[in-house]
């Protein structure tokens, strides 16, 4: 049982982290492997998605790593969370040199106000990008001039999930999962939940932006109709949700600040596996 607290949000989150009785990923055949020259245009949205295993799990500074993501790595108790963290940011890194014609190290990542990374424009002429890990996944979303977030949660069985909803979630999405139970319920509450965060992440504001002044329930529904309608006061701007492909047990989805011509998604591999 997960108690409900003022503010209690973070507690909710830490709860529903999976412990090991989460489905294992396994049918990630939708994301292809990218061609060896990849062009992002203006409009589209590159989707990157690692697991564990693809590339390095523990700190090192020849990975491309800061002092800070390492010493952030080391930080971590327990191994899995290490290893993970070092597998995403090391991809971060290798796809967003991809990008530049930088090395990984000679990228500058800079922090906003609620913790969003990005890049300055100096050196990322437009790039936008945002990051999500779960479990055994990595998921990294990247596009030109467009505010973007990304969020890939391991699904987890849990029993309070109906609760949970009932302190965050809007009134639609309520009684959309209260009409569901078992897997049902499970899966539509992390496809909710997904877009939520990713939406979240796209304006940058994090938890601090309530949850229940918006629905995703709409993008679920009657695709392809993608735009939030938030009622919060201090939403500013347009903003498009689309659920993405994800490995088995997983729910993935990413938000944009316009309206897409294309979502690529490429399964990870190291542009320098040699020296990996
Ligand atoms: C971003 C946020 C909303 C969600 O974080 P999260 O679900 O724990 O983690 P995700 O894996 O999806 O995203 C983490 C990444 O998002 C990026 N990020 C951090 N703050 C961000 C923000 N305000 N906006 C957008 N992106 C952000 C970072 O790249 C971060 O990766 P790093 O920590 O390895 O550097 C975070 O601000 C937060 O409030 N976390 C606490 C809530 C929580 O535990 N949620 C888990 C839901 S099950």
């Known amino acids: 049982m997960i108690r409900m607290r003022p503010g209690g ?87 967003l040199a991809h990008y530049l014609g930088l090395q990984p190290i000679e990228i500058a990542l800079h922090t906003a106000a609620h913790g969003k990374p990005f890049l300055m424009d100096s050196q990322g002429a437009d790039l936008r990008f945002n990051l999500s890990h779960s479990k055994d996944a990595v998921l990294c979303g990247l596009t030109r001039g467009c505010e973007i977030g990304v969020d890939i949660e391991a699904m987890a069985h849990n029993d309070d999930l109906l609760n949970i909803a009932t302190h965050f979630f809007a009134a639609d999405e309520i009684a959309a999962l209260a009409a569901r139970c078992g897997d049902d319920r499970t899966t539509l ?56 492909p994800a490995p088995r047990g997983y729910a993935a989805a990413t938000v944009l600040a316009q309206a897409v011509s294309a979502l690529n998604c490429w399964r990870w591999a190291p542009q320098s596996a040699d020296a990996l």
């Open 9 to 95: 949000l973070s507690e909710v989150c830490r709860a529903l982290k999976p412990r090991g009785d989460a489905i294992a990923p396994g049918n990630a055949m939708q994301w292809r492997k990218p061609p060896s020259t990849l062009a992002l245009g203006t409009g589209e949205v590159h989707l990157w998605l690692a697991l564990r295993g693809d590339g390095p799990s523990a700190p090192k500074e020849s990975w491309g790593l800061t002092t800070d993501e390492i010493a952030a790595a080391r930080r971590l108790r327990r191994p899995v969370d290490r290893e993970l963290y070092v597998l995403a940011h090391v991809m971060l890194r290798d796809v």
């Open 189 to 244: 509450f992390y496809r909710l939940w997904t877009r939520k965060e990713a939406y979240l992440k796209a304006h940058g504001k994090g938890l601090s932006h309530p949850l229940n002044s918006f629905s995703v329930l709409p993008n679920l529904q009657a695709l392809p109709d993608p735009v939030i309608r938030d009622l919060d006061s201090r939403s500013e701007g347009t903003w498009f949700c689309y659920g993405l």
